[in-house]
């Protein structure tokens, strides 16, 4: 399937479903992320659960330094 | 002692994490500061190009109390979609609320930081709004149920220092929560004057990591928000015209 993640458009590997098998694809599942699905930020216990689609716009959040 | 909202500090000085110069360095000057709350930025993570760790994540965050900003957002929907992106992370409840209404001078858009803070307060975060030095802003934030005011003492990262301490004083007297005094700090003498006007807090990032030694410059503005502080607590005396002797006036061993 096709996703908009952080503003590019990516094609996903068929194994990946859940927004924790997106995270393991880009190597991210102990870093600090947060994840919104189409404007809807998911629980880290939808991680899991939640089911991505086609066309999906998903943004990956994280703190940065800053004042 | 700082109370924000069900929270209270020992420490008066709150730390910004952006630009230092190394990891080490930040890590170094958090550590000297002893600042318990510390101000960062929420973003999108750059995993097409970035494979370096966050430096931010190699900071004990459990330590500290985090006060994420809403720097980026121009509207108090963006404020309000930022502030509840950072709580999502499980790791904070406190939310300075940063709308900016001007590129050039960074300044805060008054009408938008009134309009998150409402919008904030009814989701339940702890709401610290950034606010220009207007006492009517301030009044009407507060009458909203803020936890905190936090305005500018000059604009962002310019290190002019206080250059209104009239309105400070203004906000700070008609007031009666706590007023963090945001922005523009300078040097330590910045510091101790906000601290001596009788702010309760001051809140600075640049002109710690932008000294030319970040980590002396955060003990030196530890203890300037203590100094200034105590200063106010011990209250100062009264400015006059002309010379007072501090020496007997009686007993002159003259001839």
Redesign the interface.
Same mark, same amino acid.
Request: glycine share 8%; charged share 25%.
């Given at each position: 399937m096709t996703i908009q993640l952080n503003g590019k458009s990516v094609i996903l590997p068929e194994q990946v479903r859940s927004i924790k098998d997106l995270l393991s694809h880009y190597h991210l599942e102990n870093r600090l992320v947060i994840v919104e699905v189409n404007k809807e930020i998911m629980k880290k216990e939808q991680h899991s659960t939640f089911k991505l689609s086609d066309g999906d716009v998903v943004e990956m959040i994280h703190f940065v330094g800053g004042g | 002692m700082l109370k924000l909202g069900d929270y209270s500090f020992q420490s008066r000085l709150l730390l %910004?994490? %952006? !630009?230092?110069p190394s990891f080490e360095i930040?890590k170094e000057a958090v550590s000297v500061s002893e600042a318990e709350i510390l101000? #960062?930025?929420?973003?999108?993570?750059n995993? #097409?190009e970035d494979s370096q760790p966050? &430096? =931010?994540?190699q900071l004990d965050l459990s330590k500290y109390t985090?006060l994420?900003?809403t720097?980026g957002a121009k509207t108090a929907e963006e404020a309000v979609?930022i502030a !509840? =992106?950072?709580k999502? &992370? %499980?790791?904070c409840d406190m939310i300075k609320v940063e709308v900016i209404g001007d590129d050039k001078t960074l300044l805060p858009d008054p009408v938008e930081t009134l309009k998150a803070s409402e919008m904030l307060l009814a989701e339940g975060f702890i709401v610290l709004p950034y606010t220009s030095d207007d006492v009517v802003l301030a009044k009407r934030l507060e009458n909203l149920g803020v936890h905190a005011i936090m305005p500018g003492a000059s604009p962002? %990262?310019s290190g002019k220092g206080i250059i209104n301490p009239l309105n400070l004083k203004f906000i700070i007297e008609q007031t009666s929560i706590p007023v963090i005094v945001d922005?523009g700090i300078g040097s330590p003498k910045d510091a101790a004057f906000a601290m001596e006007l009788g702010a309760e807090g001051v =809140? =600075?990032?640049?002109a710690v990591s932008g000294a030319k030694d970040p980590v002396k410059m955060a003990l030196a503005m530890k203890l300037a928000v203590e100094a200034g502080r105590l200063g106010f607590e011990a209250g100062r005396i009264e400015e006059k015209e002309y010379a007072v002797a501090s020496s007997p006036t009686t007993g002159m061993v003259t001839s």
């Amino acid at each position: 399937m096709t996703i908009q993640l952080n503003g590019k458009s990516v094609i996903l590997p068929e194994q990946v479903r859940s927004i924790k098998d997106l995270l393991s694809h880009y190597h991210l599942e102990n870093r600090l992320v947060i994840v919104e699905v189409n404007k809807e930020i998911m629980k880290k216990e939808q991680h899991s659960t939640f089911k991505l689609s086609d066309g999906d716009v998903v943004e990956m959040i994280h703190f940065v330094g800053g004042g | 002692m700082l109370k924000l909202g069900d929270y209270s500090f020992q420490s008066r000085l709150l730390l %910004g994490t %952006g !630009k230092y110069p190394s990891f080490e360095i930040q890590k170094e000057a958090v550590s000297v500061s002893e600042a318990e709350i510390l101000t #960062f930025a929420v973003r999108r993570m750059n995993i #097409f190009e970035d494979s370096q760790p966050n &430096s =931010l994540e190699q900071l004990d965050l459990s330590k500290y109390t985090l006060l994420p900003n809403t720097a980026g957002a121009k509207t108090a929907e963006e404020a309000v979609r930022i502030a !509840k =992106l950072a709580k999502a &992370s %499980g790791l904070c409840d406190m939310i300075k609320v940063e709308v900016i209404g001007d590129d050039k001078t960074l300044l805060p858009d008054p009408v938008e930081t009134l309009k998150a803070s409402e919008m904030l307060l009814a989701e339940g975060f702890i709401v610290l709004p950034y606010t220009s030095d207007d006492v009517v802003l301030a009044k009407r934030l507060e009458n909203l149920g803020v936890h905190a005011i936090m305005p500018g003492a000059s604009p962002i %990262g310019s290190g002019k220092g206080i250059i209104n301490p009239l309105n400070l004083k203004f906000i700070i007297e008609q007031t009666s929560i706590p007023v963090i005094v945001d922005a523009g700090i300078g040097s330590p003498k910045d510091a101790a004057f906000a601290m001596e006007l009788g702010a309760e807090g001051v =809140l =600075l990032n640049t002109a710690v990591s932008g000294a030319k030694d970040p980590v002396k410059m955060a003990l030196a503005m530890k203890l300037a928000v203590e100094a200034g502080r105590l200063g106010f607590e011990a209250g100062r005396i009264e400015e006059k015209e002309y010379a007072v002797a501090s020496s007997p006036t009686t007993g002159m061993v003259t001839s």
